[in-house]
C-alpha cells in the first residue's frame, strides 16, 4: 500500500476546496517477484527434467511428457497471479468529494463517487485478525476498499481513511 499526498500544481485548476488532501494507491503484495519466479522455473524444470530421463530410461517414457506438462501448467498458474497482480485501488479525498477507482486485470476500472458528507464507513475487525473488511457506503451503495490487502496493511489504510473522512466532514485542511 502506498499513500502520498498529490502535487498541489495538478490541481491548478480547482478551487481550493476542491484539491485533494488525501491520496492513496493500494496495490496488493505478492511475495515472489520475477527474479523468484526464474529460479523456481528453472529449478522445477531441471528435477522434472531428471525426472522424467529417469521414467524414460526404464521404459515409461510418456511420462516425460507429463512432467513437461506440470512445468507449463505451474507457469500459466504464475502468469495468471502476476495478471491479477496489476490490480489496484486509488482513493483520492478532498473536502467536497472521495474519487475510488478500481483498476483490474485487463486494465477494467470502475470510478466511484461520494459526497464526504454523506458517506460512511465501516470497519469490520475480528479479534484475533485485525480488519478484514472496509466499506464506504453512500445512498444505498456500497464499495467494498482493500479486500486484496493484508490484515496490517488494511488496518494501517482503514485509520487513514478514517483519518482523512473526519478531515473532509470537518471541513478542515
Known amino acids: ?3 502520498n499526498n498529490p502535487k498541489p500544481d495538478n490541481f491548478d485548476n ?3 476546496g476542491e484539491k485533494p488532501f488525501f491520496s492513496a494507491v493500494l496495490t496488493p503484495y505478492r511475495s515472489l517477484g520475477p527474479n523468484g ?3 523456481l522455473m528453472v529449478c522445477f524444470g531441471a528435477v522434472s527434467f531428471a525426472a522424467g530421463l529417469l521414467f524414460w530410461r526404464i521404459g515409461a517414457w510418456p511420462v516425460f511428457g507429463f512432467f513437461g506438462l506440470d512445468i507449463g501448467l505451474l507457469w500459466f498458474a504464475f502468469h495468471m497471479n502476476y495478471r491479477s497482480a496489476k490490480t489496484f485501488e486509488e482513493v483520492v479525498v ?3 468529494e472521495i474519487v475510488l477507482r478500481k483498476v ?4 477494467r476500472h470502475r470510478e466511484f463517487r461520494f459526497n464526504p ?3 460512511r464507513l465501516t470497519v469490520d475487525r475480528i479479534e484475533d485478525e485485525g480488519v478484514v473488511k472496509i466499506t464506504l457506503t453512500s445512498r444505498g451503495e456500497a464499495v467494498d ?3 486484496f490487502l493484508n490484515p496490517d496493511d488494511r488496518t494501517s489504510f482503514a485509520g487513514a481513511i478514517a483519518n482523512a473522512l473526519s478531515v473532509a466532514k470537518s471541513g478542515g485542511i
Do not use: C
Not at 483490474?104 to 486494465?107: D, H, L, V, Y
Open 94 to 96: 478532498s473536502r467536497s
Open 37 to 39: 519466479f526464474m529460479i
Open 14 to 16: 480547482l478551487g481550493e
Open 117 to 119: 458528507a454523506w458517506v
Open 1 to 3: 500500500m502506498r499513500q
Open 145 to 147: 476498499l482493500g479486500n
Open 104 to 107: 483490474g486485470p485487463g486494465k
